[in-house]
């Protein structure tokens, strides 16, 4: 019986999947009938023919906005149902630098696994999404009058999960644990129906890409070799899909952005870090090990200001200025400047701190807005990114990042990687720093908080057990743990993260609250200052008695502080094969980040150090190399070893941030090139994993002066040939009357290895003094064969200017 009614379900959906369904008939003539019943009103009322034009238009709007995301589904649906090593095969020239033909036979046998595992996985889905992902979404909607959200029907389908690339990490690994990055991407046919307010709709053509990592830990001599499981998705991941039945009304742009939006919080929250997704295979081991939080480090950052940002407000003589803020976004943690009203140079001056946990592979993403009240709708000004990893490793980044996306604007980050101590010794350097900072905002320490269960809660309503959650509280930063239902004994075993000002006087707060009735059945108040005299700074499984509660009721908690640390740039402790080792410098004292001397002129986007005799240092060829890949820096170390000057600065004098120490040795060249024009230094690199062409406009020497009167303004233009696409142009700015101009600027283009090698980069040299005179504008020209170049590694060179090209070439 089961089974017959097992293949009636299965040719009911297959049915409405594969053919035509009564009641898609009936709504598609629902609609006719309706619009026929509209258009005769209307003639009836004689009401104003604009009561049918504006539904039209937004009708034709609609469609055309579902077709082309309907287009951009069915590709990536195609590509899921592919052979995984044709798949594979046709993109390896834009997979990631770790992935070799014999990982495509290791990534097909995994997806070969995931097909055969992928029903037993649709069971596993099904319970997170009901348990978890569904009341959150419901508590979501609610904020925007959207009431009885709840799912319905949830099957994935038969197109499994595909892995399109795996890494394993074997450097700076613990002997404890098996780290691995994969690529994954699911676009299968899923068919997820839900109810909200009493409208039935549905979600078909989801899609999810992203970076997953997975830790296997602790590794044990007892079957399954490994402890547990932690997943997470370093980044937010991609998420689309589409919405089907009665919520099919709401799929329109800007409208159905709600619930993506929603939806995107939640898998955030879940399993994008900080947020990790614990699974235990052996119970013997304890909760703690998998779910206790263990941040790596603190990003501090400070949004300095912008400039030549794009004018998107329209005023009355056209074009006015822009009203930007600022979003700093690293994993599901996300951060907000404040709005500068009418100017493309804002000076945001914003501070913010976040907490990594795996410096490797995460990226700090910065997109700037400009704030619209009228229409509601912010208007992009641009995005960068900047690799964690490239800030740890040199403990201090002071750079100018170029905006992707638009035609012009740069944005000024300083930032310091701070490292965690379990020494009460660091905690007065600590608070020493934040005031010279003279920001009361910024944390001397982190607090690790487990919240494993409590015991014993009195009952919220007479005869009925309550709905228990913890809410944990620390200055102004708020986190709640899950609902346990129907319990006096919940047990939780999740744990969070604080930033802490003060460790003598800041106080956590925790509340044991009841679902249904919001009432508290209990509180417990930890004075930080109680774990300075605990050894390591921690307390582990400490049960507390409960305030204002049942007369054994016990809150069961681990606790953990640390103090923020600066380092300074850390050594490379797994160099690569072949290379040579340098000797070791003598040490010198890491300078101090300071507000003053972070605020730097708008116009010039690089820092300049005096020397200083008395404390000299070099840094070597291998901490030139391993500078901050993220390709966005206004400076690119060159691969040669040059000088740098580091000073102290006198008692009361703010010193200067180490990485304004960091720019190139001045070079000259006595040569004007071969044909007499001129010659342009640039530094030119390809980051493989961010699939960027990163270009450094470094400096010109040797312009030639016609006439001594009309000293020339010149600035550099760049194509990416042989399109010359109007979004290929980058330029810098205008220096006036030199034929010596120095820029250090940055710039970037998105381009896959396999585009890399059809492309050629044209520079060219144009003063601005010559669009008004007999002769071209253009003073020389540099066209790079960029197939020919070996990009792996910043490659730094002097180029020849050429007379102009002609414009066919």
Known sequence: MAGASKEKDESFVQKRIGGTSILSVLYSFAKKIGTVAIVYLIGYFELSVAWLIGPVILSVIRDEWKKENELRRNVAKAAAMCNEKEVILARVDDLPSWVFFPDVERVEWLNRILRQVWPNVNHYAKTIIKETIEPNVRTSLEAYKLNGFRFERMILGSIPLRIGGVKVYDRNVSRNEIIMDMDIFYAGDCDISFTIGGIKGGIKDFQIHGMMRVVMKPLISSMPLVGG??????????????????????????????????????????????????????????????????????????????????????????KGKSDPYAIITVGAQEFRTQTIDNTVNPKWDYWCESIVFESRGQILELQVFDADDISKKDENLGRATVDVSGVAKNGQVDLWVTLEGVKSGMVHLRMTWLTLSSSLADLKAAIAETQLLRLTSMSTGLLMVFVDSAKNLPNARPTKKPDPYVQLSLGKQQEITNVQYRTGDPVFEQ???????????????????????????????????????????????????????????????????????????????DEEEGEEKESQEEPTEPATLTRGSSVKKPDSPTNTVPPAPDSPARISKQESKDSVQSGSSSSIQQPVEELITITKAPPGVDSPPLGDLRNRAPSSTSSAGEAGLGRIQLTLRYSVQRQRLVVVVHKIANLPLRDPTNIPDPYVKLYLLPERAKDSKRKTETMKDNCNPVYDETFEYILSQGELNTRHLEVSVVTRKGWFSSQSPVMGQAVINLGEQDLSKAMTCWFDLQPESPRDV
């Open 495 to 573: 744990g969070f993260t604080f930033l802490v000002n003060n460790p003598d006087s800041d106080t956590l707060h925790l509340k044991v609250m009841d679902q249904k009735t919001t009432q508290e059945i209990g509180y417990f108040v930890f004075n930080l200052i109680s774990l300075v005299d605990k050894p390591d700074l921690q307390v582990d499984s400490q049960p507390y008695r409960l305030i204002k509660s049942g007369p054994d009721s016990k809150i069961n908690i681990s606790l953990q502080m640390r103090i923020l640390k600066y380092e300074g740039p850390k050594e490379d402790k």
């Open 229 to 318: 499981l932690q997943v997470f998705f370093l980044n937010n991941p991609t998420i689309d899909f589409n919405l089907v039945g009665m919520a099919d009304l709401l799929d329109m742009p800007g409208l159905s952005d709600i619930l993506r939006r929603i939806i995107v919080e939640q898998v955030a929250r879940m399993m994008v870090l900080p947020n990790k997704l614990p699974i235990i295979l052996s119970d013997e081991i304890p909760a703690t090990m998998l779910k206790m939080p263990e941040p790596e480090g603190v990003l501090r950052v400070h949004v300095v200001e912008a400039k030549q940002l794009m004018k998107m407000d329209i005023g009355v003589l056209g």
